[in-house]
């Protein structure tokens, strides 16, 4: 205090971002260390169950939603071209925020008639649709008992909500059942599961 008036705090930007920067270093360096850094595979062709990447490798592709292979099948691709064509690049937002496309409400009639629901809501991704379970359906009266290996979009979409979350060990039948009665006062219960091996 000098006068009595604090003294501003002149700080040295450059020591900051240095500061950062070295925090950033160190927690990567770790990742690396251990394993756990994701490095971006760069792929040279079009996505199907084998993919080449930029450096001329070949590697069976495992990962990819194309569960029926149809990516790349020519009918689709002639039919995006003609969506593109009539419909332009998609609403550049939500549909909630720019509206819904007759093509949209027209494939969702056409998924409930075939699935003999009332009706359909198309979400453009996984993550999105989570969110449009778990919260709108869960409140603080709520719980979610859910698998310890999970996928992340349905850790992200639980977090949304304001729901108590109980997870329980990865296929445990014994460790579901005492999960499931700690939720027991709750008003809902949803259970989450991950299917796959022990």
């Known amino acids: 205090m000098v006068g009595g008036s604090i003294k501003p705090l002149h700080r040295d930007?450059?020591?900051?971002?240095?500061?950062?920067?070295?925090?950033?270093?160190?927690?990567?360096?770790?990742?690396?260390?251990?394993?756990?850094?994701?490095y971006e595979r760069i792929l040279s062709s079009p996505q199907g169950a084998e993919v080449t990447l930029s450096n001329g490798k070949t590697l069976i592709n495992f990962c990819a939603n194309n569960y029926l292979g149809l990516a790349n099948h020519p009918n689709v691709i002639k039919a995006a071209h003609d969506a593109l064509d009539r419909w332009g690049y998609g609403l550049a937002s939500v549909r909630f925020i720019c509206g819904t496309q007759e093509i949209h409400k027209s494939l969702e009639k056409k998924i409930s008639a075939f699935l003999g629901t009332e009706d359909t809501i198309l979400y453009a991704a996984c993550f999105d649709a989570n969110g449009g379970v778990f919260e709108p359906l869960l409140d603080e009266e709520s719980s979610i008992v859910t698998d310890a290996l999970n996928h992340a979009s349905i850790i992200d979409s639980m977090r949304l909500t304001k729901a108590r979350?109980?997870?329980?060990?990865?296929?445990?039948?014994?460790?579901?059942?005492?999960?499931?009665?700690?939720?027991?006062?709750?008003?809902r219960i949803l259970i989450a599961t991950a299917f796959g091996p022990a």
């Open 13 to 38: 930007k450059s020591l900051i971002k240095q500061t950062i920067r070295d925090t950033l270093e160190t927690g990567l360096l770790a990742l690396r260390e251990n394993g756990l850094y994701k």
């Open 165 to 187: 979350r109980f997870i329980y060990k990865h296929n445990d039948m014994a460790d579901l059942e005492s999960k499931l009665k700690e939720a027991s006062s709750s008003k």
